[in-house]
C-alpha cells in the first residue's frame, strides 16, 4: 500500500527555480534578523521591567515612610 501524494507547495514551488545555496542564505539571513528583532523586543520588555520595579519600589518605599509614623 503506497501512501498518498501531497501536491507541491506553491511557495516552496516558486523556490524551485533558485540555487539551493541561494535560498539557504536567504532563510540565514531571514532568520537572523528575525532574531536580532526579538532581541530587540526582549532587551526593551527588560528595561520597561526594571523601570517598573524601581518605581513601584520607590512608591512602595514612600508609602511606608508616610505611614510608618503612626
Not at 7 to 20: C, G
Not at 42 to 51: E, N, P
Request: proline share 7%; with cysteine; glycine share 8%.
Amino acid at each position: 500500500m503506497s501512501s498518498p501524494v501531497l501536491p507541491p507547495n506553491p511557495l516552496l514551488d516558486s523556490l524551485a527555480s533558485y540555487p539551493h545555496w541561494f535560498v539557504a542564505a536567504c532563510l540565514t539571513i531571514v532568520a537572523a534578523a528575525v532574531i536580532w528583532v526579538l532581541a530587540k523586543v526582549l532587551k526593551w520588555g527588560l528595561y520597561l521591567l526594571i523601570g517598573l520595579v524601581l518605581v513601584g519600589g520607590a512608591a512602595t518605599t514612600v508609602w511606608l515612610l508616610v505611614h510608618s509614623g503612626r
